[in-house]
């Protein structure tokens, strides 16, 4: 199967932004906004487990969900789907985990407040299912895993720092706090849709 | 017909159980495995602390969170009472846990170190702004004349959450009974004379001016004049910055007020916190002020 690679990077980033066109992984893009600082470390969070999370998941789905061998034997597991990934994701993120603390505690200390609140991420799980969807082969996957964990960052970044703007700007007393970042960000989302049809 | 689909069924739910099951068999065998390989080891007091702290993580001790709180607790770096949080009985269970003091040992109290009161320094010009030390210093630095003394417009009064520092003579004053030493008052001083120091020293250098003393005796009746007569009848409790002098608050012993009486400052800007308080307080303007204050309450 030919991919549109087009589709795959500059269409996860822009067009099929995650969170400001799918309306996945709103949680982190509201909670951990507030700051620059933050939004960045998250943001590197997410693409990292999105796609380490999309490359295993889609070799599971290949390999073991749909393999031509058991399913000659009748025996077809594609109903574990969504509960295969949500362990596997889970999983991976907790080994990861371990790991980068043992290995590289500055990366482990930027990145890893973040990583257990991406376990059970929608917009993880959401690009997983995507793939499995598409039917996706094992590189596309990744490569528009790691692209829509970019195009993550974009949208958290982008909102942090108009956050840190609004911080300063005289808010009418009804906007305030909340309001205005939801405000915001369908604001942003409206912007976005203008990406669509692009590719 | 009915069997066949019957076996089909019971194949593929046997299949999916037992692939789940062995998937996370298999997930927990790695992960135990690998947690066992790349094990951190962390002091295990560290965690106990934490356990022991609210676990709100409300940042009100300046820490990333309750954990970073309890790294730095255990580490010596700050005392358990600073969690703004943790009741009295939370604070001497840390301290208990780690085998330290509760407060004695680690309380640290704020000293404004300045005893230029209105009529001990003069003022170059006059400042009709915002009453505020910082607004002061952004217009020529402030008006007292003093580049180091205290502005006395009650920045730090405002910063303190605990009403324990006072303006009295033009002079902020911490009163040490109140203070937490949470920090705030430091951070707000535009001149950064005021020291968090342990609440077991008594006896304070009250000037921040590193100028040589002739320079300051210019402008301020109470300057240190940097003539080490301290430093020669105590040795080892001071040092020195510039021209002036310091009480060594990381040294072994702290002045005491005994030394006050065997140094006999010839300035009188090493004292007591008491004697410091009581200068100002039975200063006849403050009297005058507060006798009118209570006559009019």
Redesign the interface.
């Known amino acids: 199967m030919t991919e549109n690679y087009l589709e795959l990077t500059i269409g996860a980033v822009f067009v099929y932004n995650f969170v400001l066109t799918r309306f996945l992984g709103i949680c982190p893009f509201l909670g951990v906004s507030k700051k620059i600082e933050t939004a960045l470390g998250m943001a590197g969070a997410v693409v990292f487990v999105m796609t380490l999370a999309s490359f295993c998941t889609s070799v599971i789905y290949h390999y073991?969900l749909h393999n031509e061998a058991?399913a000659a034997?009748?025996?077809?597991?594609g109903?574990?789907q969504l509960?295969?990934f949500i362990?596997?994701i889970a999983?991976l993120v907790?080994?990861v985990e371990?790991?980068l603390?043992?290995?590289s505690?500055k990366l482990y200390s930027a990145l890893g407040?973040y990583l257990p609140l991406i376990t059970t991420n929608c917009a993880v799980l959401g690009v997983a299912t995507i793939n499995a969807n598409v039917g996706r082969a094992v590189l596309p996957s990744t490569v528009f895993a790691f692209f829509s964990g970019l195009g993550f960052g974009l949208a958290l970044l982008m909102f942090a720092s108009l956050r840190e703007k609004l911080d300063l700007a005289e808010v009418p007393k009804v906007f305030q706090g909340m309001a205005i970042a939801l405000i915001t960000a369908g604001i942003l989302a409206m912007a976005f849709m203008g990406f669509a049809g692009l590719c | 017909m009915m069997c066949n689909i019957l076996s089909q069924i019971d194949t593929s739910l046997l299949v999916a159980v037992v692939l789940m099951a062995l998937i996370g068999l298999l997930l927990g065998l790695i992960i135990g495995i690998v947690a066992k390989l790349f094990k951190v080891e962390t002091d295990p007091r560290i965690e106990l602390v934490t356990s022991l702290l609210p676990n709100a993580n409300c940042g009100g001790c300046g820490r990333a969170g309750c954990a970073d709180f309890a790294k730095a607790v255990v580490a010596g770096e700050v005392a358990p009472n600073q969690c703004p949080a943790s009741s009295q009985e939370t604070v001497s269970a840390i301290a208990k846990a780690l085998g330290i003091e509760a407060s004695t040992s680690f309380k640290k109290v704020a000293v404004v170190l300045c005893g230029g009161d209105k009529n001990q320094t003069k003022n170059w010009t006059l400042y009709n702004g915002v009453s505020d030390c910082r607004s002061a210093m952004l217009i020529a630095g402030g008006p007292k004349a003093c580049s180091y003394g205290c502005l006395g417009m009650a920045s730090c009064v405002r910063a303190c959450p605990f009403g324990a520092i006072e303006i009295i003579n033009g002079l902020a004053i911490v009163h040490s009974e109140k203070c937490v030493g949470c920090g705030k008052c430091v951070a707000t001083c535009p001149r950064k004379l005021i020291k968090l120091v342990p609440a077991g020293s008594k006896v304070h250098v009250y000037c921040n001016n590193p100028e040589k003393g002739p320079a300051k005796k210019k402008y301020c009746n109470v300057p240190c004049l940097g003539c080490r007569k301290c430093d020669k009848n105590a040795p080892g409790k001071f040092k020195f910055e510039g021209f002036h002098a310091i009480v060594d608050y990381e040294a072994a012993e702290q002045p005491t007020l005994q030394d006050l009486d065997t140094i006999k400052c010839p300035t009188n800007c090493l004292l007591s916190a008491q004697e410091h308080l009581a200068i100002e307080e039975n200063n006849p303007d403050h009297l005058e002020k507060s006798s009118a204050n209570a006559e009019s309450k």
């Open positions: 073991l058991l034997k009748g025996i077809n597991l109903f574990l509960i295969i362990l596997i999983g907790q080994v371990i790991i603390q043992k290995l505690p407040i």
